[in-house]
């Protein structure tokens, strides 16, 4: 039997490898991304400890709202933060990793 584009046979069968293969990448790219979000959430902020009065290290998944956390110079953070205070007048946030430019 000659491949043929208006066979039925074909077309369902180019669709399902089309289907098959987009599947697999979205399984490949999802399974980076679950490694990624996993290694992010476990990177560690110094967070006000409200009982002592210190700062304490504490991973990213545990920061809940209201917390107080020190960030330092050059150091990355969540994102969902407000700023409160610092010690110069002026501070610069570098949004690269949350809209994907280069500067």
Do not use: H
Not at 29 to 39: G, P, Q, W
Request: net charge negative; proline share 4%.
């Amino acid at each position: 039997m000659p491949f043929s584009p208006k066979n039925p046979g074909s077309m369902i069968g180019t669709f399902a490898a089309v289907l098959i293969f987009t599947m697999l990448k979205e399984l490949f790219e999802d399974v980076f991304r679950m490694i990624s979000d996993a290694k992010i959430n476990n990177t560690k902020a110094m967070v006000l400890n409200r009982q002592n009065k210190a700062f304490e290290q504490v991973c990213w998944k545990d920061i809940r709202l209201g917390d107080v956390i020190r960030v330092s110079k050059d150091e990355t953070f969540p994102c969902d933060m407000l700023f409160v205070y610092a010690r110069n007048d002026i501070i610069f946030v570098d949004t690269m990793n949350l809209d994907g430019e280069t500067n």
